[in-house]
């Protein structure tokens, strides 16, 4: 199983979204404990909304496709949703 992840900052209220292959609420754990430069310095997550596909190449896409383009409007529409 892949997960795309939207983690949203404490701080500064900023959204990372991730791909992995491991529930993502670990990755939520790890990301929380400085695994990567931009999550260790926009620290701590909460995990606001995930994704589950069963396909590696989908989940990649979809995570890219979150980060690009359209799917920025996309995104911010799913995390309007979940404010509201």
């Known amino acids: 199983m892949y ?4 983690l949203r900052s404490v701080n500064n209220n900023k959204v ?3 791909f992995t292959s491991k529930d993502p609420r670990i990755r939520l754990d790890e990301h ?3 695994s990567n430069t931009w999550t260790k310095s926009n620290g701590p997550f909460k995990l ?3 994704e589950d596909y069963l396909c590696e190449a ?3 896409k979809r995570e890219s496709f ?14 309007n949703v979940l404010d509201a």
């Open 32 to 34: 929380n404990s400085g």
């Open 16 to 18: 990372y979204v991730g």
């Open 48 to 50: 606001i909304y995930h």
């Open 3 to 6: 997960h795309v992840y939207f």
């Open 58 to 60: 989908d989940a990649r």
């Open 66 to 79: 979150y980060k690009m383009g359209f799917g920025k409007k996309i995104k911010q529409a799913i995390i």
